[in-house]
């Protein structure tokens, strides 16, 4: 539908995508218009699996009708489709999109799904505008009823195949590039690897060391809240600084060594001995399947992962690492994006939501004045 509203990204911000931020650099475009000055904009792509009793795997596979613009009469994905925007976008809502696409193009409902897992992020080209492709892998139930939508599919020739036929399909028949690639690392993987942790020695029971990631831009009551609770139950956390080869912009002004002051501060006014507390510089990498083993290279062995971000959440889950339960309170209160933009509209109500010593370190580091500054370049 031209009217509607997509998921867009400028090409330089692309990057930021594989490190989770989505919500910072997308902007809302009309379909009509992203297309005709071929913008780039995020799309789904949903490949579905379902096992009989018998164990045999059949691949629920899409013919497009032939009336298509792009690729007609050409087999691929299960559904795909675009994202649209919506404020605070991120992964879960994104996994949305990707549901309601099959329910669109096959009539499968949410609810017939067993289980979903992100897979990865590509770049794809569809008349030679740039989209970025969230990719994920479904289980549904065996024999589950199909009502294929003959205004976008073949209805005759979309529908579950077995190994044998979707080898002779990929091989045969017209398909798109970027699904066969992805069917082919399906077909080549066992099915349970494709919806368990890949590594679940990596599970453990000890409660010694966890890990918490956030950017603490700047470092607020939410972050010591988690925090704390964290040293409830673990007698030690590693804390890793995110993107922390990014400062001086609007969404990070501050640096990884501000940042490790602001954690340094909050443990010494609390008492919190240096034995249960290790901090850590983390920066990106723009490679969202390494960025797990990035990590770890650095931060060493933990025995749990704590985050209330769904891409970290389901990185590590991808994995095989334990994440625990999301800690959080008045989450859109206790948001560093929302002081960041009260401390640049002048409104002292920022404060209560920070630290006194954090605030302090602030304002000794001129951050009031730079985040101003910062703002007013951005928007030149």
Not at 28 to 49: D, G, M, Q, W
């Amino acid at each position: 539908m031209n009217n509607e509203i997509l998921a867009c990204i400028d090409d330089e911000n692309i990057k930021y995508l594989q490190s989770g931020q989505i919500s910072k650099y997308i902007y809302p475009i009309e379909r009509k218009e992203a297309h005709e000055k071929k913008i780039s904009h995020l799309i789904t792509r949903f490949f579905i699996i379902s096992k009989t009793p018998e164990g045999e795997i059949n691949y629920l596979v899409q013919k497009r009708i032939k009336s298509k613009s792009s690729y007609p009469g050409y087999f691929t994905d299960s559904s795909s489709g675009h994202v649209l925007w919506t404020k605070n976008l991120d992964l879960v809502k994104i996994k949305k999109d990707a549901l309601r696409e099959l329910e669109e193009e096959f009539g499968i409902p949410s609810k017939a799904i067993q289980k979903v897992r992100f897979y990865e992020l590509g770049d794809e080209e569809d008349n030679k505008t740039k989209e970025i492709a969230y990719v994920f892998f479904g289980l549904v139930d065996f024999g589950l009823p199909l009502n294929p939508d003959p205004k976008e599919l073949d209805i005759e020739q979309s529908r579950f195949y077995n190994k044998i036929e979707l080898v002779n399909l990929l091989k045969n028949e017209k398909s798109v590039d970027h699904s066969r690639k992805i069917w082919r690392i399906i077909l080549n993987t066992d099915i349970n690897s494709l919806f368990e942790n890949e590594m679940e020695l990596k599970i453990t029971r000890s409660n010694d060391i966890a890990l918490f990631i956030g950017r603490f831009q700047p470092l607020h009551h939410g972050h010591v809240y988690v925090l704390r609770n964290i040293l409830k139950s673990y007698k030690k956390v590693k804390i890793g600084i995110g993107s922390s080869q990014l400062s001086n912009t609007t969404n990070d002004p501050f640096t990884n060594a501000e940042r490790e002051e602001f954690l340094n501060a909050v443990f010494k006014k609390r008492n919190i001995s240096s034995n249960r507390h290790k901090i850590y510089y983390i920066p990106d990498i723009f490679n969202a399947k390494k960025w797990v083993d990035h990590v770890v290279s650095i931060v060493g062995e933990f025995n749990a992962v704590f985050s209330n971000s769904d891409w970290i959440r389901q990185l590590f889950q991808n994995k095989g690492f334990k994440v625990e339960k999301k800690i959080a309170i008045f989450k859109n209160k206790f948001n560093a994006s929302n002081i960041r933009s009260l401390i640049i509209k002048n409104n002292r109500s920022w404060k209560p939501l920070v630290p006194k010593e954090v605030i302090e370190l602030i304002e000794e580091f001129d951050g009031i004045n730079r985040l101003k500054s910062l703002n007013t370049a951005d928007n030149l």
